[in-house]
């Protein structure tokens, strides 16, 4: 799964947006560097029952924002992503 597949993945089961969570997060300091992954898991599987894989995609963008390795991109293998630059604001809005 790419791991723009894993976001959208995450809005379909919460309906929200990883901007939107980067926002939660934030509310509670979580975007801090200080921040602990295993902090971040833990509150997206207690309040959002995420499950470790996707709770990790969350917690890339909430400690590094939207860009990714290139290693994938373009490539036919499961894990190809189109962009090094995930779309963080809803599927409905991304660009075709």
Do not use: C
């Not at 969570?21 to 833990?42: C, H, M, N, Q, S």
């Not at 599987?45 to 917690?59: I, S, T």
């Not at 860009?67 to 995930?86: F, N, P, Q, Y």
Request: glycine content about 8%; charged content about 30%; cysteine-free.
């Amino acid at each position: 799964m790419s791991f723009q597949a894993y976001l959208d993945n995450i809005e379909e089961k919460t309906g929200k947006t990883p901007r939107e969570f980067i926002a939660l997060a934030a509310e509670r300091g979580y975007d801090d560097p200080a921040t602990k992954a295993g902090t971040i898991v833990d509150w997206l599987k207690e309040d959002f029952d995420l499950g470790r894989g996707h709770a990790m995609a969350l917690v890339h963008v909430i400690k590094k924002g939207p860009t990714i390795t290139a290693k994938h991109v373009g490539t036919d293998t499961t894990h190809s992503d189109e962009s090094d630059t995930l779309w963080l604001d809803g599927k409905a809005t991304k660009p075709v």
